[in-house]
């Protein structure tokens, strides 16, 4: 008798945030992330589960796929799957969510989040870390994580629910192209059914990389030889750590150093050496890069020409306030945003009206900086996007995680795929 699965999506439909989704075999429950959209405050879950699940598998180790995790550990003791170093980014991320919502819940009087540190420590001891490419068994379900190439531990996860059933590939976020930290994600894949991918960049390609990065390259360069500081807001985990070896190999002869949770974020990173593109290549950068330890410490490095990696990557947070106040006048210093902007963030702001905007410390100036924006993306871009469905060849495709996703599974649908965006009034699936 043929078993059915029942798929049904909870988050990141038609939008980049709140992931989330579940695979019902009638015996068992698997839900392959739960995230966050952080566009609002406090950052908003997906839908609800509805229920107990048995197995969590997380893709990687960003907010929008693993911020709500704590909700789910205080009803369903269920063991969290993930690959390497993925458990630990994630218990500096939801600790650091933690952090940042009391302090907007204080100073704007906001909501709080639904969870607290004991249920963070909860979903942490939670965790079971698995190697790329090893099979395991979750509970009525085969398993195998595959590198996904767009963080360090990011993992693509093929569900294998036994005889006469669809095999499934949650692709979570991944890369087509090779980086300065990471390999492209792993194309050798086992046979699917049903393909389930980020729409993030389906209507689109990104710039060369070689281009940006010497672009990068080319902008400290000339800041730091006027005498200013080069300011390069950056996401902790991956991006920094990228930057970082741009910067090193490219023969730096400037004092470089790094700020924010992309210090401990870096830290984690290079314990897990295996999963770099190169695994001694960060030790070497690390040996010439210095890490920034206190405000008295910023006030004392801006004194100098020199490059400054800092969180946060849209200027919503981190130590990006205090520099910018220092900064915002300076012509001959520069700030160099390295990746996507949401609506309504600082970072957005400052690209469309030329002004650094910060609510929660009641800052509204003029930027008399250079302002500059370039492409480090991590997300698979349109050409490799669609020659890895090529690859794959799967029988069903959900298009999820970006703003056009109803326009890509039309695009996919004329090519001959079958393909679905899924919406909140259509999110469930049966196979």
């Not at 702001?349 to 302002?371: H, P, Q």
Request: some cysteine.
């Amino acid at each position: 008798m043929k078993r059915m699965i029942q798929l049904t999506f909870l988050g990141a439909m038609a939008e980049v945030g709140a992931s989330g989704m579940v695979l019902d075999s009638g015996k068992t429950k698997m839900l392959l992330d739960y995230g966050a959209s952080t566009e609002v405050t406090p950052a908003r879950p997906p839908l609800p589960v509805g229920g107990k699940v048995n197995s969590v598998v997380l893709s990687h180790a960003h907010v929008d796929h693993c911020g709500s995790l704590p909700q789910i550990t205080k009803e369903s003791n269920a063991p969290i799957f993930s690959a390497e170093c993925t458990k630990d980014i994630t218990e500096l991320l939801l600790y650091d969510s933690l952090k940042i919502n009391m302090q907007e819940a204080g100073n704007l009087g906001g909501a709080k989040l639904p969870f607290v540190k004991e249920d963070v420590r909860r979903t942490i001891r939670n965790f079971r870390e698995m190697q790329y490419r090893r099979p395991f068994n979750a509970p009525g379900a085969r398993v195998t994580l595959f590198d996904a190439g767009h963080i360090p531990g990011s993992a693509m996860t093929h569900v294998d629910f036994g005889a006469g059933t669809k095999k499934f590939l949650y692709a979570g976020n991944y890369n087509g192209i090779e980086t300065r930290l990471l390999k492209a994600c792993d194309l050798d894949l086992p046979k699917i059914d049903v393909l389930i991918t980020e729409s993030t960049y389906s209507d689109r390609d990104h710039p060369d990389r070689k281009s940006q990065e010497k672009e990068l390259i080319d902008i400290v360069t000339q800041t730091v030889s006027n005498g200013g500081i080069a300011l390069i807001p950056s996401f902790a985990v991956g991006r920094a750590q990228e930057l970082l070896l741009i910067l090193e190999q490219e023969g730096i002869d400037y004092p470089v150093y790094m700020d924010g949770m992309a210090k401990k974020a870096t830290t984690i990173i290079n314990r897990h050496k295996n999963l770099l593109r190169d695994p001694h290549e960060l030790d070497d950068t690390l040996k010439k890069v210095k890490y920034v330890t206190s405000q008295k410490h910023r006030s004392k490095v801006v004194k100098d020409p020199c490059a400054i990696i800092t969180t946060s990557g849209m200027l919503s947070g981190g130590p990006t306030n205090s520099y910018m106040k220092m900064l915002h006048d300076d012509n001959n210093s520069s700030i160099v945003l390295t990746g996507w902007q949401a609506n309504g963030t600082p970072g957005k702001l400052l690209l469309e009206t030329g002004r650094y905007t910060n609510d929660e410390e009641r800052v509204d100036v003029e930027v008399k900086m250079r302002v500059r924006r370039l492409d480090f993306s991590a997300h698979i871009g349109k050409k490799h996007l669609w020659e890895f469905i090529e690859r794959t060849a799967p029988e069903k495709i959900f298009c999820v995680h970006g703003d056009h996703t109803e326009e890509f599974a039309q695009e996919l649908n004329g090519k001959g795929w079958d393909a679905f965006a899924p919406i909140a009034n259509n999110r469930t699936f049966s196979f």
